[in-house]
């Protein structure tokens, strides 16, 4: 009976599928002009090779204070070359922090600021009226290329890479997948429906079959360095932007297909050893990206950037018999405290470096490290208006251009004194966290039942090692919280109930009040659509939405 059941569910919605579904999505835009005022420089259009890693946290690589009990000796090079930022901030979790890479806009100002980052079957996504990099970009003649994740957006194509300006996608849509076989599992959505699980690797609008079985970076690898070659022969070239987007070394926690065992063999943690060879397997072939743009004669001209999504997420789940529910994973943030997913240092301050070709960074700036305080909302205005002249509308971005503080010379002590930074809104500010001068100040934990299921809320807060021993100082308690972060970065010491803290609390809350009323946009709807499922779309988690 209950197979029967399922059947005549499937019959219904792939007749629904067929049709126009009716949903209510926000289409305005998508053929229109760019809600903004652009007025493109004339100098030069330089390539911009942009590398998002994802969940890596502070002392996941080994550069210098990062200090990880393995070595990334490419990434630490592009380090050591470039221009490390040492006061680099982003929004808590994934696609947050994406949405906020490629708008220009905080994640509250799209309503992509839940900490359950959009879950797989909901038509969230960047609204239409917000135009991306790339939208931007593309008026100026760059071509532009993804690889690699997501994570913003497919209930329809328009909300796919290739509908929101990339000219190519070549990877998933979701935020975590196998990394052989390149499935996903949902949770159920309904009592009648077994447990979907669908394929996610496509090539533009197609499911690539053919790369089933094989290693995630193997697959980007061998397609970057095809687009690469066929860019480079290319006689008339458009300028190049290229989004490397990984899928490591977020979870699940799967050996690489070639294991650089004497980097890792000292490990005594198996999950802790499997996921530095995971890393040092990614940062082997990050090598190889930066030497084929050299060879081919591409780098000169190439602004590069690297960056994590957010903090690394320690193993803090199973330290609360907590079984179920909960992503595992083996990061580490040290000294920091938390990490991914909440409002301490360790899943906000974010590993970032920017380099290039000699056309690029000055030499006299290689090796050097900048104090700008800067966020993810930076990238968009930095490179439009810093890196290439443009002209924005003044007030549109929610980030600021911090091209001069990075490479101009220009003093950072007034902006780091009195640019407000946004941290994170969420539910209409229950959650959240602001920066400004010394100070920091955020109110949580989160209340949410969806996460606070497990009574864990108030467990997470500690310091991890990476050895994953036993967590410390992890008794924390309160919903308020502020420090010093200039003169105490490892937030050891709540100033919320001394003479600064009474002085300072209510004027972030009106702050952040005064956010909510100014810019602000509610979580997006993330319910989960029956349209969606796999076995209505050959097995695939596939668009299902005609706009």
């Known amino acids: 009976m209950k197979s029967l059941v399922l059947a005549t569910i499937l019959m219904i919605f792939k007749f629904i599928c067929k049709t126009k579904a009716q949903h209510t999505v926000n289409t305005n835009r998508r053929n229109n002009p760019l809600p903004v005022d652009i007025i493109p420089g004339h100098g030069p259009q330089p390539n911009i090779l942009w590398m998002v890693l994802d969940d890596f946290g502070w002392r996941d690589i080994s550069?210098?204070?990062?200090?990880?009990?393995?070595?990334?000796?490419?990434?630490?090079?592009?380090?050591?070359?470039?221009?490390?930022?040492?006061?680099?901030?982003?929004?808590?979790?994934?696609?947050?922090?994406?949405?906020?890479?490629?708008?220009g806009q905080y994640s509250f100002s799209l309503g992509l600021q839940y900490v359950d980052t959009m879950p797989i079957g909901t038509t969230e996504h960047i609204p239409f009226e917000n135009p991306t990099i790339m939208e931007l970009l593309k008026v100026n003649g760059y071509k532009n290329e993804m690889i690699g994740k997501w994570h913003l957006g497919y209930a329809s194509w328009e909300m796919t890479p290739i509908g929101r300006g990339f000219d190519n996608h070549y990877g998933y849509f979701q935020d975590a997948e196998q990394y052989y076989n390149h499935t996903v599992i949902s949770p159920k959505p309904d009592p009648l429906v077994e447990l979907p699980i669908g394929y996610d690797f496509w090539d533009n609008t197609n499911p690539d079959w053919s790369v089933k079985g094989t290693y995630s970076t193997d697959i980007f690898y061998n397609r970057f360095e095809q687009v690469i070659r066929e860019h480079a022969r290319e006689s008339d070239r458009s300028p190049l932007f290229m989004y490397m987007s990984f899928q490591t070394v977020h979870t699940p926690m799967e050996y690489p297909a070639v294991q650089f065992d004497q980097r890792c063999n000292h490990i005594a943690n198996t999950n802790r050893r499997i996921y530095c060879l995971k890393i040092v397997y990614q940062d082997f072939f990050i090598g190889q990206m930066i030497e084929l743009y050299k060879v081919l004669g591409l780098w000169d001209d190439t602004l590069f950037i690297l960056t994590t999504d957010n903090g690394g997420m320690p193993d803090?789940?199973?330290?609360?018999?907590?079984?179920?529910?909960?992503?595992?994973?083996?990061?580490?943030?040290?000294?920091?405290?938390?990490?991914?997913?909440?409002?301490?240092?360790?899943?906000?301050?974010?590993?970032?470096?920017?380099?290039?070709?000699?056309?690029?960074?000055?030499?006299?700036?290689?090796?050097?490290?900048?104090?700008?305080?800067?966020?993810?909302v930076?990238?968009?205005?930095?490179?439009?208006?810093?890196?290439?002249?443009?002209?924005?509308?003044?007030?549109?971005?929610?980030?600021?251009?911090?091209?001069?503080?990075?490479?101009?010379?220009?003093?950072?002590?007034?902006?780091?004194?009195?640019?407000?930074?946004?941290?994170?809104?969420?539910?209409?500010?229950?959650?959240?966290?602001?920066?400004?001068?010394?100070?920091?100040?955020?109110?949580?934990?989160?209340n949410d039942p969806l996460i606070c299921r497990f009574d864990i809320c108030l467990l997470y807060h500690g310091y991890y090692p990476c050895d994953q021993s036993l967590p410390y100082d992890t008794t924390l308690n309160g919903t308020e919280f502020l420090y010093d972060i200039i003169n105490d970065p490892y937030e050891t010491t709540n100033l919320r109930d001394t003479v600064i803290g009474q002085r300072l609390i209510p004027y972030?809350?009106?702050?952040?009040?005064?956010?909510?009323?100014?810019?602000?946009?509610?979580?997006?709807?993330?319910?989960?659509?029956?349209?969606?499922?796999p076995d209505l779309h050959d097995g695939t988690w596939a668009p299902w939405l005609n706009l």
């Open 63 to 103: 550069y210098n204070d990062h200090g990880a009990e393995y070595m990334t000796p490419n990434i630490d090079n592009l380090m050591s070359t470039g221009i490390e930022l040492k006061n680099y901030y982003v929004h808590p979790t994934c696609t947050p922090t994406r949405a906020a890479f490629l708008t």
């Open 316 to 376: 803090w789940s199973n330290r609360t018999g907590i079984s179920g529910g909960v992503a595992q994973s083996f990061g580490c943030n040290m000294p920091y405290r938390g990490g991914k997913a909440t409002l301490f240092e360790g899943a906000l301050k974010a590993v970032g470096a920017i380099n290039g070709g000699r056309n690029i960074i000055p030499q006299n700036l290689r090796g050097s490290s900048s104090n700008v305080l800067m966020h993810a």
């Open 378 to 446: 930076d990238w968009v205005p930095t490179i439009m208006e810093g890196l290439l002249h443009w002209k924005l509308t003044d007030g549109y971005m929610d980030g600021e251009n911090v091209w001069d503080y990075l490479i101009n010379g220009e003093s950072i002590n007034e902006f780091n004194e009195n640019r407000l930074l946004y941290l994170d809104i969420e539910k209409n500010g229950e959650f959240a966290a602001v920066r400004q001068g010394n100070y920091k100040y955020f109110t949580g934990p989160r």
């Open 508 to 533: 972030f809350q009106s702050k952040i009040q005064e956010r909510i009323q100014t810019k602000y946009m509610v979580e997006q709807d993330s319910t989960f659509h029956l349209e969606s499922l």
